[in-house]
């Protein structure tokens, strides 16, 4: 099956520029164009539009997305490169991790702080942020 660029788009709910902004960055190939001169896209287009879509859902960069698709496109030193930045990834990830743990321990002491009465102007919680800058 093909698509011209605005079918592509709607069907990967994207928008056109998006598309065209993937090919700039050459996460996708430049398709070939009919006798008319619109860009035709193939199925696999459409696959890897959604891979990127749903490797920057992950927090994946558009620049580590590029990173994983050059090494997805070499079949010759896949595996090798592969590890590399799955390892690197994951050290990422799981300081991410620790942040957010981090932030949640904070927000539930402050929260412990709260009177939660609603009809007090005083708030223990922002007087503790202010007193943190």
């Known amino acids: 099956m093909s698509?011209?660029?605005?079918?592509?788009a709607a069907l990967c709910h994207v928008n056109k520029e998006?598309?065209?902004?993937?090919?700039?960055?050459?996460?996708l190939e430049k398709p070939i164009k009919n006798n008319s001169g619109y860009r035709i896209y193939s199925e696999e287009t459409v696959k890897r539009v959604g891979f990127i879509r749903r490797l920057q859902e992950l927090g994946f960069s558009l620049n580590e997305i590029y990173k994983l698709l050059g090494i997805v496109d070499k079949d010759d030193i896949r595996c090798e490169n592969m590890f590399t930045f799955v390892s690197e990834k994951e050290l990422e990830v799981q300081k991410q991790i620790e942040d957010l743990k981090r932030v949640e321990r904070m927000l539930g002491e402050l929260k412990d702080r709260c009177p939660d009465k609603k009809e007090l102007h005083e708030c223990s919680i922002i007087d503790v942020l202010m007193k943190e800058e």
């Open 18 to 27: 998006t598309i065209r902004y993937y090919e700039r960055k050459e996460l």
């Open 3 to 8: 698509y011209r660029i605005s079918e592509l």
